[in-house]
């Protein structure tokens, strides 16, 4: 199986990959087992960061530079589609909001209070003027504090979420992803149970509930993670990796739900 790694681990620098022309399909990061960061759709977009923090943004032979003053422990998270660029990253205390609509030549800031750090941050756009932010806070033996923020303004403003998340699952956060305003899937490390630790809300992220997924049979003694889910044409990709105990990875099993989350099934060609 091939798919497009892009390495991001704490306290070393920061690459990824550039490229010259953008896809119509959005990006999806998600975190592995190991810290490493991933955008399983396999779309290249032009972001890059130096060994400083600084964001680089190529596009034809212009580069243009961002500095963010990255902490050296936090990893920034990251969307692109053809109408946004979006970039959050704490610093200081503070959650740092960078949005683009113009290809990267200009930026909306925004700047949100941060109690303590955050090791990883998750951002999207369902809209040109929805988008959602979760923040990871670690908290010590594989749990995290998490934070969901909302922009109905495309960026320049964001507002917490009252959520019942934390109470739920206080795990590592391994993907998220919104469909709509009000439908939004978050997923966990997997905790020795073959079905992935997957929740799902249908009133903005103020509660969450599990989401149960038929496991095929020939990975019933696998482990399962979640990967983040896209959505374009009414249509979502929810991927799951299936891995042996060591956490290679056997096989990613893509699910598709034609009703924002009600059912799931796999492809017969999968």
Same mark, same amino acid.
């Given at each position: 199986m091939k798919r497009i790694c892009i390495a991001i681990f704490c306290l070393i620098p920061l690459f990824l990959c550039a490229c010259r022309q953008q896809s119509s399909q959005p990006t999806a990061y998600s975190r592995l087992? @190991?810290?490493?960061?991933?955008?399983?759709? !396999?779309? !290249?977009?032009?972001? /890059? *960061?130096?060994e400083n923090g600084t964001l *680089?943004? /190529?596009?034809?032979?212009m580069e243009r530079q961002v500095p963010l003053e990255l902490e050296e422990s936090s990893v920034p998270g990251l969307y692109a589609s053809d109408q946004i660029l979006a970039v959050s990253y704490p610093s200081n205390d503070r959650l740092n909001v960078l949005t683009s609509?113009?290809?990267?030549?200009?930026?909306?800031?925004? /700047?949100?209070? +941060?109690n303590g750090s955050a090791s990883w941050s998750c951002i999207g756009f369902t809209s040109e003027s929805n988008g959602w932010l979760i923040t990871c806070s670690f908290a010590g033996m594989g749990r995290e504090t998490h934070i969901l923020y909302k922009t109905t303004d495309g960026g320049q403003s964001w507002s917490p979420?009252?959520?019942?998340?934390?109470?739920? %699952?206080?795990?590592? +956060?391994?993907?998220?992803?919104? +469909? @709509?305003?009000?439908?939004g899937f978050l997923g966990f490390r997997y905790e020795n149970d073959p079905m992935p630790t997957l929740f799902m809300t249908r009133n903005g992220g103020e509660?969450?509930?599990?989401?149960? +997924?038929?496991?095929? !049979?020939?990975?019933?003694? %696998? @482990?399962?993670?979640?990967l983040s889910p896209i959505y374009e044409n009414g249509q979502c990709i929810l991927p799951v990796d299936f891995s042996n105990g060591e956490g290679t990875v056997a096989e990613t099993v893509y699910y598709i739900s034609t009703d924002l989350g009600e059912s799931f099934t796999i492809p017969s060609n999968a």
């Open positions: 087992m @190991n810290g490493q960061i991933i955008n399983w759709t !396999e779309q !290249e977009y032009p972001f /890059s *960061f130096g *680089f943004y /190529s596009l034809g032979q609509r113009d290809n990267g030549k200009t930026w909306q800031e925004a /700047s949100l209070p +941060l979420v009252e959520s019942d998340l934390n109470d739920v %699952c206080a795990r590592m +956060l391994s993907c998220a992803g919104f +469909l @709509n305003d009000e439908v509660n969450w509930s599990p989401l149960t +997924l038929e496991i095929p !049979e020939e990975y019933a003694d %696998c @482990n399962a993670t979640a």
